[in-house]
């Protein structure tokens, strides 16, 4: 395929401005025809004068099969694909022998065609037995063996034991008899690294188990125990190896459906759970698994009895992905209108909101000592943020921060920009104007449609929200003051209300007695990337949320805390009411769930305590839930309410008898991945379904994040991944783009990676939580990555979408990416202009048409399309560029048709903010009604849509119902 290196200098720009940064143009148009790296292979013969259009090797380069090992049954059936490592232009003929006869039945010899480079044949299993086949080319010495095991139908019986003391060394902790293929493996950096992620020493037993199959489910394996009495979790997943017999599959089942069957601490029903890093080994009718996990406990290697399974899915032949903002926009949009898109593709952005509010009030807006602390701090702690921060909640690969010190790797690369402390309250306040304001409401829940601005808190007029930020922010400018009732009181000072309800902004946490005043301020002043500086000027106005003015000098201090109002308080201790620790049969390390109920997003993505979420109806059982203070958004009893009489009171929701959000919470949440799959909460506390099985049935997502990516999208990847599995589908997790080749190897080779077994439903975590400091700096595991994570981040969303395509068109053009007509270039197939929705929103978008577009011989040819939607603070010629590498992806002779990228038409859409819609960002959503001048993005990102396949005539195929077999 197309080397690396040869777009190492265009990715390293790219990297440069894929989130924030200036747009960077396609390269390849007519003064610089489309460079062909892959061109001019030694062995390649001459083009001969009758070969096919597009083809241009003569010279056979080999033959493989894949996979080189299959096992099965007596009677039963499997697929294995016979392939050429080169295209070819003409037929090819390959004669297959077997070792031994009498073993397997296969075809004497098999055709492949012109232009295909590939083709299946069955291989039906007749006797016990072992038998190597080899593949040789007529007229060639082109060779290739492979291997074919027919098993017994039945599983042995489980035998041996086994154990040790596991130690961070990357030493595997074996089994003995009939588990000595079982094991424990800690690597050597979980005892030297990053403290986050160290595992002490632990003695472990391995042992035989036996685990109820779920109903349709057959075993592939004996269930193995990995028990310890000293530890059960991990900081970090560490890896286990399990027996496995892939010939005891359903016949023509593949990798890609075997599962994995869990029981252990907290866990007391088997269960289906995820897995990460499945490598498959040996052979296929005695062979491993081998995995990485977070937890010990009971594993076993499962498999649905009905699949694969036939099904007529119907096919939009739209695609949809993006990075960051563009890839919470894609995750929203795909998912939210997954009537018209076939592939969701949220790259480094599949925000999951309940999760992020969650995250956000905790650690962006946190750190700060409560008024219980503050009265009763004596070493003047409470006069800067918490340095221990609340206790983190023992997710895999989270950062924790604070409002005064939000989290960035200074000195490293890969986070595609800086992001100061400008650069995060521009998100901040985009979100606001595109979503409404999450942490505040500024009219009472029973207003419909709420016209009030939902930008910044209430109180602020609209006179000077919309003041330039060097007015609002300038020495001696007026900032919005809400009068407390005793503003001049010390925190252990007793204050009392004075009775005028236009004074006193509550908070629970930070002003329960209403004593301070609430304020405006501005910020921005930095020691570091993300550190705040309070002796800096302040330049830019936190639009978003008042701060307590706990020494009254109109300013705010260090410590003086932020204000978070987005919801009403509850206990997060799941439908039970009872935290874990109080539940009947509590053991820290061998039943630290007696419930079954703490949620998980990999062991138990239904559970309840500790979910993020208040739960009630919709997910508890009938008469159950968890309990919530009905006291309105700001937690304290007894405070005004606007909509009781007007003039005053900052709180809504209060007496309801409701579970209340904001407006900008509920958009968000109702929005999310995981909203629209698991289901969501409103902002009266009334829960929606998901969306359907049949709507699922018809969608593959495939989403990302970066271990050290400051926004933490892989924590949000992880939950909502989670929102899928809570749906019983089977998610998988991949610790890096190699492990898609389920093979073990670490390097991405997006052609020789089994696309259709990696799973429909698929997050991959690029990085190294142990990588070296030279691959930190390099921006390893960061919001881009390395400039070789974003080359695999953006080609195997697009490699796993012409994988699964049905009848796409793989044959290599002469042709240029051309955005004018030039003697080189006979026609414009890279297109930017402007688009103007039904709503009058204007903004441009590029499109970039495959290689052969407009050859003869394709003139009724039609093509999948693609929408890959950008960064925050970037154009969409930002990303045009990708349409310059997909080119020569879509058209490489090194890479065989089976496995080439189809022809797809890519579109990049507008996202940026345009006039006085927002900062920076639109975050591809329709801002509400309440945003003066806000952004349609959906409606204009669907209208263009429209525009393209109805309106402009691009040949992009129309929808169809196609049999396939998954």
């Known amino acids: 395929m197309t080397s690396r290196s040869s777009w190492s200098s265009l990715a390293s720009s790219f990297a440069g401005v894929l989130a924030l940064g200036a747009p960077l143009a396609l390269a390849g148009c007519p003064s610089d025809p489309m460079p062909t790296p892959d061109a001019g292979m ?20 080999g033959v493989r099969f894949s996979p080189g090992s299959v096992g099965t049954v007596p009677g039963g059936v499997r697929e294995l694909t016979v392939a050429l490592t080169r295209d070819h232009c003409s037929d090819v003929t390959v004669v297959l022998t077997q070792g031994t006869s009498g073993i397997a039945t296969i075809p004497a010899s098999v055709t492949i065609p012109v232009r295909t480079s590939s083709v299946t044949i069955d291989v039906t299993g007749v006797a016990v037995g072992r038998t190597t086949l080899t593949a040789s080319v007529e ?41 000595a293929s079982a094991g424990i493996l800690v690597p050597e950096a979980a005892g030297t690294g990053d403290e986050q992620y160290r595992v002490a020493p632990f003695q472990a037993a391995i042992a035989c188990d036996e685990l109820s199959l779920p109903e349709h489910y057959l075993a592939l394996g004996p269930a193995v125990s990995f028990t310890s009495e000293t530890v059960y979790r991990f900081s970090r997943e560490i890896e286990f190896t399990i027996p496995l017999s892939l010939s005891l599959l359903p016949d023509r089942a593949h990798r890609g459906h075997v599962e994995v069957l869990y029981t252990g601490p907290g866990v007391s029903e088997p269960r289906i759970v995820a897995i990460t890093n499945p490598v498959f080994e040996g052979s296929a009718g005695e062979g491993t698994l081998r995995f990485v996990a977070p937890r010990l406990g009971t594993y076993q290697a499962v498999v649905r009895d009905d699949v694969p399974h036939a099904h007529l899915r119907h096919y939009n032949f739209r695609g949809i992905l993006g990075f960051s903002m563009g890839g919470s926009g894609s995750g929203r949009i795909g998912l939210g209108s997954h009537d018209l898109f076939d592939f969701v593709a949220p790259l480094g952005g599949p925000t999951d909101w309940q999760y992020l509010l969650e995250y956000i009030r905790r650690y962006h807006l946190g750190g700060f000592c409560t008024a219980e602390e503050r009265a009763a701090d004596t070493t003047g702690r409470c006069d800067e943020v918490n340095r221990e921060r609340p206790p983190g909640r023992g997710e895999l690969f989270e950062h924790t921060q604070t409002f005064e010190n939000w989290w960035y790797e200074d000195m490293y690369e890969g986070q595609g920009g800086t992001f100061n402390r400008e650069d995060y309250i521009a998100i901040f306040r985009d979100l606001s104007a595109m979503f409404s304001n999450p942490n505040t409401d500024t009219d009472a829940f029973d207003v419909e449609p709420a016209l009030t601005p939902s930008i910044a808190p209430p109180g602020t007029p609209e006179s000077l929200r919309t003041m330039p930020d060097s007015a609002r922010c300038g020495d001696g400018a007026e900032q919005v003051v809400i009068h407390g009732h005793c503003p001049d009181a010390s925190p252990t000072d007793t204050c009392a209300a004075d009775g005028d309800p236009t004074t006193g902004w509550y908070d629970d946490e930070y002003n329960p007695d209403g004593r301070w005043d609430v304020i405006s301020f501005c910020d921005g002043g930095e020691i570091d990337v993300g550190n705040w500086d309070p002796s800096a000027h302040q330049f830019v106005p936190i639009e978003v949320a008042y701060a307590v003015d706990v020494n009254h000098d109109g300013l705010r201090n260090p410590g003086e805390p932020v204000i978070r109002n987005g919801r009403e308080t509850f206990d997060d201790l799941g439908c039970d009411r009872t935290p874990s620790a109080m539940e009947a049969g509590f053991d820290p390390i061998a039943n630290p769930d007696p419930a079954g109920d703490d949620y998980d997003f990999q062991y138990n993505p239904n559970g309840t305590e500790g979910n993020y979420d208040y739960d009630a109806e919709g997910v508890c059982p009938a008469g159950t839930s968890e309990r919530f203070d009905d006291f309105g958004i700001d937690g304290v009893d007894g405070t005004p309410q606007i909509a009781a009489g007007g003039g005053g009171g900052y709180d809504v929701g209060e007496g309801d008898g409701h579970f209340n959000r904001t407006r900008g919470a509920e958009r968000m949440i109702s929005s999310s991945p995981r909203g629209v799959v698991r289901g969501y909460r409103d902002r009266h506390g009334a829960w929606h379904e998901g969306i359907s099985d049949e709507a ?24 909502t991944m989670g929102g899928f599995a809570s749906r019983g589908l089977p998610v998988r997790y991949y610790d890096g783009f190699g492990a898609l080749h389920l093979d073990g190897r670490t390097d991405f080779e997006y052609s020789s990676v089994p696309w259709a077994e990696i799973g429909r439903y698929t997050m991959v975590r690029y990085g190294n939580i142990d990588a070296q400091e030279a691959d930190r700096i390099a921006g390893d595991g960061g919001h881009v990555g390395t400039t070789d994570q974003l080359l695999d981040r953006m080609t195997s969303a697009v490699a796993m979408m012409s994988a699964r395509w049905p009848d796409g068109n793989r044959v290599r053009a002469i042709d240029n990416a051309c955005r004018t007509i030039t003697p080189t270039c006979r026609h414009v197939n890279v297109i930017t202009e402007d688009f103007t929705s039904s709503l009058g929103r204007t903004g441009p978008y590029s499109l970039v048409l495959p290689p052969g577009y407009f050859d003869e011989e394709n003139a009724d040819t039609c093509y999948p399309i693609v929408y890959f939607l950008h960064g925050y603070g970037m154009d969409p010629e930002g990303l045009s560029a990708i349409g310059f590498i997909l080119w020569s992806y879509m058209n490489s002779q090194l890479v065989p048709a089976s496995d080439r990228i189809q022809k797809m038409i890519f579109v990049f859409p507008d996202g940026r903010c345009r006039g006085d819609e927002c900062l920076r960002g639109t975050f591809y959503t329709d801002a509400p009604e309440s945003t003066p001048h806000g952004a349609q993005m959906q409606t204009w990102l669907l209208d263009l849509d429209r525009y393209i396949r109805e309106d402009r005539g691009v040949r992009v195929c129309a929808p169809r119902d196609v049999m396939v077999v998954e």
């Open 696 to 719: 699922l049935d018809n969608l593959d997502v495939f989403a990302d994040g970066g271990v050290r990516d400051l926004f933490n999208w892989v924590v949000q990847g992880n939950h």
């Open 139 to 179: 007229g060639s010495s082109r060779t290739a063996e492979g291997e074919v095991v027919v098993t017994e139908p039945t599983l042995a019986a489980c035998s041996g034991g086994g154990g040790g003391m596991v130690q961070p060394n990357g030493t595997r902790v074996a089994g003995t008899g009939g588990l």
């Open 42 to 61: 030694p062995d390649d013969a001459p083009m001969t004068p009758d070969a096919p259009v597009g083809c241009d090797i003569a010279t056979l380069a």
